[in-house]
């Protein structure tokens, strides 16, 4: 399996611009996370996803963003309109169930720079 | 209020030599505690995960300690090697689910030759 796949790798844009950041689970995970990691705040949890369905967004900053699951296979983290504080590290995640012990594997991550 | 401590917030070690990194929290009601790994411009890889009842878990080289009467945690890294340089982050979660993750702000280990 060749793991999470996040893309872009790199994401440059500027303030007030939309941005849409990919994730692609490892086959056969029902559990999907997205974080963001900051020098300043380390990681933080922003949504979870069971079985494609939301289920605790209470870590999501802001009504700027959103984050979908169309299928198992798919979800999306939408920032807009972007800010220059966004800028940070934003990973995805996917774990076989959902908490637990249950070991989560993480894709390389998403540098977002908002200027 | 729950929280996670971890210290040093940065530590630098000969190659070869042991080190131990600590973690400690503040979470209830106690599920877990992870240790991650985390290399420069990659995502945390997972060394070890802790429930409750386990006081101590080894993977490699890498040796987790949970003493849950006082909600401590240690990382030990023993015989140091160069690829141990990396962020290693403490996750303590509450309850079960995802949604009481609770992270430390890492320590940064350098290992020099």
């Known amino acids: 399996d060749a793991g999470v796949i996040q893309s872009p790798r790199h994401e440059v844009t500027e303030m007030g611009q939309e941005v849409t950041l990919r994730c692609k689970p490892i086959?056969?995970?029902?559990?999907l996370f997205w974080y963001r990691q900051t020098m300043m705040r380390g990681l933080e949890l922003l949504i979870y996803?069971?079985?494609?369905?939301?289920?605790?967004d209470s870590g999501m900053p802001e009504d700027r963003f959103s984050a979908k699951m169309p299928n198992a296979s798919f979800s999306t983290l939408k920032i807009q309109p972007s800010e220059p504080r966004d800028s940070a590290v934003y990973f995805c995640?996917?774990?076989?169930?959902?908490?637990?012990?249950?070991?989560?594997?993480f894709g390389p991550g998403t540098r977002l720079t908002v200027l | 209020k729950n929280q996670v401590e971890q210290s040093p917030q940065s530590l630098i070690i000969l190659e070869g030599k042991n080190c131990t990194l600590q973690c400690n929290y503040t979470v209830s009601p106690f599920s877990n505690l992870r240790w991650y790994k985390q290399d420069t411009g990659r995502g945390p890889v997972s060394l070890t995960i802790m429930t409750f009842s386990e006081n101590t878990k080894s993977n490699g080289r890498y040796t987790a300690t949970l003493d849950a009467d006082t909600k401590q945690s240690s990382l030990h890294i023993t015989a140091s090697q160069l690829s141990d340089s990396a962020s290693y982050i403490c996750v303590v979660s509450a309850e079960t689910g995802a949604n009481n993750l609770f992270f430390g702000t890492g320590t940064r280990l350098t290992v020099i030759p």
């Open positions: 086959s056969g995970h029902n559990s």
């Open positions: 995640a996917s774990s076989l169930v959902t908490g637990g012990a249950d070991t989560q594997y």
């Open positions: 996803f069971n079985n494609n369905v939301p289920i605790d």
